[in-house]
């Protein structure tokens, strides 16, 4: 898969001259709004209504086609008929035009025709080399210059400026959305509705977004990336820029799949592998507005803790141990203060504060003149403490103005992040929400909405961190031409046999095996390798040997061989009559270690990505398994280890030799440099299961199974 080339959007947020296409009077449809919203947020440049029934819409001259146009603009909007709009975008690329809003509906939403109809609108579009937006959505807003470019009530709305961009495939909710967001307090730069997304997609625009100097938080609301591939790349892009990607991705149901197939054309991809390039790139899911808003404020401060460990001041016993709760299940650590740091709380605090952490100082610390302020103080100075969340609970009024004056003063003298709980009487209040505005400090109006600023926070800082270690690790690159050549074309699964060949070759270890044809064969070969042994049918029609009675464990001695293989082969038989045998295979019985599963998908969004999970009950049952998206690192390798509910079994839980992790991350690396170069001809690898032997005794495939790419889904 290939990224396209980049697309410099900046004559379309900063067009200087607009044309509306098939614009109407009517100020009521959507053909009619563009213009409006124009006109009302008083819109600099030049306009071109195009529409043949009219000589004038409103101030502006009105052109019969746009070859008329005087001058190519910069934008134009197409709100035409479907049937019309591939004949209007070759109008637009004859006129030079190189930046298309296509509004109209009626494409690969409404099914196959749909389909054909946006394809014609797409090879329009590259022959002309246009960038085109849409069909299907709503259009584009410019909040850092003031004027937009679509239809619908959001269009015509002055939005908070600030260091915001954000892409949304819906519509009408990703309008909705901006609303919400901007109530919230956040500030937009750009926002655009991408719609179908023929051919500009939301990463195209992210991409461009991340390079923009004054944007410095990025936000998508999608159904589904066709370009997913290029996710992970995009979240580290942000990562080592600094600007936090923050991703609202619906359809995580299959319910909800289905529908946003069917909304915008898009397929809604595997929800595990979205989180798998999330956790790869450090992009930050958000699931509503207010998770939205939180996250966002915090991480617009700038500020970045120096680790995960917070300290939690409250003037209300409750509201510290409910900030508490949701930072310690964010994975946030509350410390012991240090013993220096305590002491000297107690010489300045009521005899009844609590100075364990949360540190309950209690509302009476606010007549103390001044301890409440060298209380923050001397914790912001304390090693142990990377951030600080302060309660203040509904504290209003003069007294509630001063903490708050003291606390921005506080925060402005500090490089820490400090993050404030308080939901006070507005009115009487509003001096002391305006000192923490003044010096960026985040007021959240509940102390588990501060906890949740803080968590967006330390996730961030530990993507970085984790992003700089890894992109100095080498990546693992394996090229096997006989391999590639060998198993180009094919059309059936390969036996367990053939597919354990194929790891072997890329260095990952499997049984001591052969195939036998006959009895006596299987007689010698067992011999060779040693009793016990383990004997399966071998048949690529036969993929579940188990269910068909085609294998035998703890095959002891030459008599038992002999029966084993006669009844193998008849079972196989009459399960499935007709079925080719290629033979019988031999195996060293494996005793002892960890059964785990690893496998890989050829994911038509995403490419290839890794499977791995502790096998049997745990992957079939409780889906304790994680995916990573091709090709990772070997600290990768070992975070996905670690990253199952299950690890501590590896790790030598209740006495259990603790296993072979380095032999296990080296086999999920060498797994995905294979997916990686095997990536057209294999659809499904899958390992199950891979035995894990206790530390320094490395791994072994027991079993195998691969499908070829062209039969994936039959």
Not at 196 to 222: G, K
Not at 239 to 247: A, I, S, T, V
Not at 315 to 334: K, N, P, Q, T, Y
Not at 572 to 589: F, K
Request: a negative charge; proline letters at 6%; aromatic letters at 6%.
């Amino acid at each position: 898969m290939t990224t396209p080339a980049a697309i410099d959007f900046s004559r379309l947020f900063g067009a200087r001259s607009i044309a509306v296409i098939g614009a109407s009077a009517d100020e009521k449809t959507p053909s009619g709004q563009p213009l409006m919203h124009l006109r009302n947020l008083g819109y600099p440049g030049e306009v071109y209504p195009v529409n043949p029934r009219y000589e004038v819409i409103g101030q502006w001259r009105c052109y019969p086609s746009v070859s008329a146009l005087p001058a190519a603009p910069d934008v134009a909007l197409v709100a035409v008929a479907a049937e019309r709009a591939p004949a209007v975008l070759e109008e637009c690329g004859n006129k030079g035009i190189r930046f298309v809003i296509m509004i109209t509906s009626g494409f690969a939403e409404m099914g196959e025709a749909g389909m054909a109809a946006q394809a014609r609108l797409l090879e329009t579009a590259r022959r002309h080399g246009i960038s085109m937006i849409g069909p299907n959505c709503q259009g584009m807003i410019n909040a850092a210059d003031g004027f937009s470019l679509g239809f619908g009530a959001p269009y015509g709305l002055r939005y908070n400026r600030g260091g915001i961009s954000m892409t949304s495939q819906s519509g009408a909710w990703g309008n909705a959305v901006m609303i919400l967001a901007n109530q919230e307090g956040l500030g937009f730069r750009h926002y655009v509705s991408t719609g179908n997304e023929a051919q500009t997609t939301s990463l195209d625009v992210v991409d461009w977004y991340l390079d923009d100097p004054q944007t410095r938080l990025v936000v998508s609301y999608v159904e589904g990336f066709q370009d997913a591939h290029r996710l992970v790349s995009i979240g580290r892009k942000a990562l080592e820029l600094g600007k936090p990607y923050l991703l609202w991705k619906v359809g995580t149901s299959e319910a909800g799949a289905r529908a946003a197939a069917s909304h915008t054309a898009n397929l809604g991809g595997e929800m595990a592998l979205y989180r798998a390039a999330f956790e790869q790139s450090g992009i930050i899911e958000v699931t509503d507005v207010d998770d939205l808003a939180d996250r966002a404020h915090a991480l617009l401060t700038g500020r970045r803790p120096g680790g995960n460990r917070v300290a939690v001041i409250s003037m209300s016993g409750g509201a510290g141990v409910l900030m508490a709760d949701h930072c310690a299940a964010a994975g946030l650590e509350l410390p012991t203060l240090s013993p220096d740091t305590l002491e000297r709380l107690r010489a300045i605090l009521p005899a009844f504060a609590g100075l364990n952490n949360p540190i309950d100082v209690t509302g009476n610390v606010s007549a103390r003149e001044g301890s409440f302020v060298e209380a923050l103080e001397l914790i912001l100075a304390d090693p142990l403490v990377d951030m600080l969340g302060i309660c203040l609970a509904s504290i209003s009024g003069p007294a509630g103005n001063q903490i708050a004056i003291d606390v921005a003063r506080v925060c402005a003298a500090t490089t820490k992040p400090v993050l404030v709980a308080w939901c006070a009487d507005v009115e009487r209040t509003r001096e002391g929400y305006e000192a923490l505005a003044a010096v960026g400090t985040p007021r959240y109006d509940t102390p588990v909405r501060c906890a949740r600023g803080m968590d967006a926070l330390w996730h961030f800082e530990r993507a970085r961190r984790d992003h700089e270690r890894i992109s100095a690790e080498p990546v693992l690159r394996l090229e096997r031409p006989a391999q590639r050549q060998a198993l180009a074309g094919l059309q059936a699964d390969l036996t367990e046999y053939q597919a354990k060949q194929v790891l072997a070759d890329y260095g990952i270890p499997v049984t001591s095996e052969a195939l036998a044809t006959t009895a006596e064969q299987a007689v010698v070969l067992a011999a060779q390798i040693g009793f016990p042994v383990v004997m399966k049918i071998v048949s690529p029609m036969i993929p579940h040997k188990t269910e068909a009675g085609g294998v035998k464990v703890g095959v002891r001695d030459a008599q038992a061989v002999r029966e084993a293989f006669s009844e193998i082969v008849a079972n196989a038989g009459c399960h499935s009559p007709g079925a080719p045998i290629d033979g019988v295979l031999v195996q060293a019985m494996v005793s002892g270690g960890t059964e785990v599963i690893v496998g890989v998908t050829q994911d038509p969004l995403f490419g290839p990505a890794i499977l791995f999970g502790l096998g049997g009950i745990f992957a079939e049952v409780m889906k304790d398994v994680c995916f990573r998206i091709a090709p990772i690192t070997r600290s990768e390798a070992m975070a996905m280890i670690r990253s199952i509910k299950a690890f501590p079994i590896l790790d030598g839980a209740r006495g259990r030799p603790k296993a072979d992790l380095d032999a296990l991350a080296d086999a999920l690396v060498r797994l995905a440099a294979l997916a990686v170069d095997l990536q057209d001809s294999i659809a499904e690898i899958d390992i199950n299961p891979l035995i894990v032997l206790p530390a320094g005794q490395g791994v072994v495939a027991v079993d195998a199974l691969f499908k070829p790419k062209l039969a994936a889904g039959h």
